[in-house]
Antibody, heavy 120, light 108 residues
Framework: EVQLLESGGGLAQPGGSLRLSCAAS????????MSWVRQAPGKGLEWVSG????????SYVDSVKGRFTISRDNSKNTLYLQMSNLRTEDTAIYYC?????????????WGQGALVTVSS | IVLTQSPGTLSLSPGERATLSCRAS???????LAWYQQKPGQTPRLLIY???NRATGIPDRFSGSGSGTDFTLTISRLEPEDFAVYYC??????????FGQGTKLEIK
């Protein structure tokens, strides 16, 4: 059974940092592209960042470039999101998501989410 | 690519047919269009991938269609558990996986 379990959420001050983790199980983590998707309170879904399973290449939405860093440790089956210089508009539930298939780029499994609140 | 979903809210009764629209600002490859369902307090669930393929365990009352810039999610006969928010999503461009803003399907 595929499981994605996020941790590391919490309260941070504007300008502060947090690191999210996503522990994966039930599939071959190293072979799969992974992403972080967030959802601000009462709002829709926004893709934040993704990382390739094959070559580790990364991509980001413009609003987090230079502030967030996605990484993975395939030996630990864990995905990370290092968030720095946080802004109030980064407040959201952050989901890690597994890419379904390279032929049909979508997300077939999602974690339960980690709440990040940025407030002074 | 920007995805625009319509309507923003759709009010229907159980048993009725629901038609949700997703329009892209540029042509989208059919393989790259997906639909998700999200119920309150739950994580999103993949419904449709590659425009028209139902994900594992999705009932056949859900169907997807479309091409180019216009895509549709149809629920043939609404069940009480289908009332939720639906998002379309595509792949490619910047950002890499844009989502539509969502359509809320509510009970009339």
């Amino acid at each position: 059974e595929v499981q994605l379990l996020e941790s590391g959420g919490g309260l941070a001050q504007p300008g502060g940092s947090l690191r999210l983790s996503c522990a994966a199980s039930g599939f071959t983590f190293s072979s799969n592209d992974m992403s972080w998707v967030r959802q601000a309170p009462g709002k829709g879904l926004e893709w934040v960042s993704g990382i390739s399973g094959t070559d580790g290449s990364t991509s980001y939405v413009d609003s987090v470039k230079g502030r967030f860093t996605i990484s993975r440790d395939n030996s630990k089956n864990t995905l990370y999101l290092q968030m720095s210089n946080l802004r109030t508009e980064d407040t959201a539930i952050y989901y890690c998501a597994k890419k379904f298939d390279n032929r049909w780029p979508s997300f077939d499994y999602w974690g339960q989410g980690a709440l990040v609140t940025v407030s002074s | 690519i920007v995805l625009t979903q319509s309507p923003g809210t759709l009010s229907l009764s159980p048993g009725e047919r629901a038609t949700l629209s997703c329009r892209a600002s540029q042509s989208v490859r059919s393989n790259n269009l997906a639909w998700y369902q999200q119920k309150p307090g739950q994580t999103p669930r993949l419904l449709i991938y590659g425009t028209s393929n139902r994900a594992t365990g999705i009932p056949d009352r859900f169907s997807g269609s479309g091409s180019g810039t216009d895509f549709t999610l149809t629920i043939s006969r609404l069940e009480p558990e289908d009332f939720a928010v639906y998002y379309c999503q595509q792949y490619g461009g910047s950002p890499l996986y844009p989502f539509g803003q969502g359509t809320k399907l509510e009970i009339k």
